[in-house]
């Protein structure tokens, strides 16, 4: 039985992360080191073929999702989307695409990326909606060409694919403005990611462009799912805090969750509150009345993340380039015409 790169960097008391830049011919070893991890790999019986496959493109694709604090769930309409659109370009490309889920824990976290640079990955698409900078590093000290998929961070050198989140709060903002002549308030998202952030910076945004003073805007803090924003607005409807007349919401999980607590308190929407979503999840289209929200081409994210990383593939060496998709409104019934 041929010996593995793992094993063999326990033999020559070397880190399993040197063994492999010198046996995948990178950056980061010495040369007497990369000859001599070499020499012991043939005499140990080391199998060659796997590097060879990998320099050829003949490996697998990886789609990685990192999960940090639960804003993620891949089993929604969103990410099942997106991870269809890059199923389908793996199969118009003939390459073959794996699914595997990173968690944010330190031990964990180390032993699934020593996984994946010991693994048939040639590239991955990796979904970093839950991530920071600083997570970002480790991802990139495998040094396997990777696109970094709903999220974008100045200091990282790799292509990004996202969504251009501030131009779809805007519009989305600006439309409920438009329609309701009211000072919108915000169903803002209680967990900290920058796609939030940024939808944040649109509706601000559309607020000062309108002429409106953005501190006169009532903000409710909400989970970003149906159940959790379903339970944070009855506390806040138990409370009596005030209300606006209509909202912009950080997402249709958001939207719904308070549609329905609002609904069950007795408000009805729209005659007595607006409130427009975003994402475009097929849940916002059979909620009664149906919502109003920003379309996102989840499908088509996925495929440009795909192409882009078969692109790197094929010449290693082009620039990396950040991708915004622009957004579309959806007008649908939550909104008083």
Known sequence: ??????????????????V??????????????????????????????????????????????????GAVVADTPFFLEVSEGIQRSCQKSGYQL???????????????LEEIRFSDCIGMVLLGTEMNPADLKAFSALQIPLVLLDSYFEEASCDCILINNLQGAFMATSHLI????????????????????????????????????????????????????????????????????????DNDFIAVGAMKALKEWGYHLPADISIIGFDNLPISSIIEPALTTVHVPK???????????????????????????????????????
Do not use: W
């Not at 209680?190 to 607020?207: L, Q, T, V």
């Not at 579309?328 to 939550?334: G, P, Q």
């Open 1 to 18: 039985m041929s010996i593995t790169a793992k094993e063999l960097a326990k033999k020559l008391n070397l880190s399993a992360a040197a």
């Open 20 to 69: 492999s830049m010198a046996l995948n011919n990178k950056s980061g070893v010495s040369t007497a080191t990369r000859l001599h991890v070499i020499e012991m790999a043939k005499k140990y019986g080391y199998n060659f073929s796997r590097i060879a496959e990998k320099q050829g493109n003949t490996g697998c694709i990886y789609f990685v999702i990192y999960k940090k604090h």
């Open 98 to 112: 794996k699914i595997c889920y990173v968690y944010d824990d330190e031990e964990t976290i180390k032993k699934q």
């Open 178 to 249: 438009r329609k309701t002549k009211k000072q919108p308030g915000y169903l803002r998202s209680a967990y900290e990611i920058r796609n939030f952030s940024e939808r944040a910076d649109g509706f601000y945004k559309a607020i000062r462009n309108h002429g409106m003073s953005a501190s006169k805007s009532i903000i409710h803090s909400l989970t970003p799912s149906v159940d959790g924003a379903y339970a944070d607005m009855m506390h806040i409807l138990k409370q009596k805090d005030e209300l606006a007349t209509c909202y912009f919401a």
């Open 299 to 337: 499908q088509y994210m996925g495929e440009l993340a795909l192409k882009r990383l078969i692109a790197i593939l094929h010449e290693p060496n082009i620039y990396p380039v950040k991708t915004e998709l622009s957004t579309s409104l959806i007008k649908r019934a939550s909104i008083l015409a």
